[in-house]
């Protein structure tokens, strides 16, 4: 089964591929292996119940009953004929991220050339006058233009990795959200997963990274998508420029 099956309930988004259940919430994703359900039930409509085989339950919250009803019609003619009674401890749900050691190095290359440019921009009004308001202005410029160029070279870096040495599969278009067109792909284990973009096509190529398949690009032409990050590069080598000539500009 290539195909993924999706409902959209009052707070979560489910996504049924062929070896795993995607819960998705606020809090992030929740993945169910398929052998380690045991029922599906519905109890009181349009909600939905998931028993695990350790007798864990899964309460996720509906929005018609019809759909949820037919929802549960296809996750239970989904479930394997083997089930695996390890249950819950193979369900993974989003942790807390974990306090790591503080990255001094990080932080110190951030906050000296900041600590740098105030002490700059001070130096600049006292003696200068007016000519702290360029310098600020340039500021604001060169950080965009920093963060524009950052931008647009790692999605192309992003697509070059991917199309080389990602694992490539069928996506099939599912619906629309305000951000694009949504499909749905099922990675290697079976796990589904949504991806966003502006093609409109019953079924595109997807290339996704084999250790975080949520990591994602989908097929076109290379001059395309370097046209489409030029739109993103461009201003931001422009603003850079600019900003450039407002900060230094005093000893030009």
Known sequence: MRCVHTFRGRWRYLMLGTGAL????????????????????????PDLEIVLTDGEVHRIDGLHPA?????????????????????????????????GPVPWGWIAAFVSPVLTYI?????????HGSRVV???????ALLLGLLMCFAAVENLRKRRDLTRRGTTVEADQGGRTKEGLMYYYNDAAGVPHLYVCGRNAPTI????????PRRAVHETWAVAAIAKESLILIPGLVL?????????????
């Open 22 to 45: 995607v819960i998705s919430s606020e809090k992030g994703p929740t993945t169910v292996p398929l052998s380690v359900i045991a029922e599906v039930r519905t109890p009181e409509l």
């Open 67 to 99: 759909a949820t009803e037919a929802f549960a019609v296809t996750l239970t003619n989904a479930l394997p004929e083997q089930r695996n009674p390890a249950g819950s401890s193979l369900v993974t749900a989003p942790d807390a991220t974990p306090v």
């Open 119 to 127: 002490g700059y921009a001070i130096w600049v009004g006292l003696t």
């Open 134 to 140: 360029g310098v600020i202005a340039g500021g604001i």
């Open 205 to 212: 190529r997807i290339f996704y990274d084999p250790k975080d």
């Open 240 to 252: 850079l420029v600019l900003g450039a000539w407002g900060v230094f500009g005093l000893f030009w």
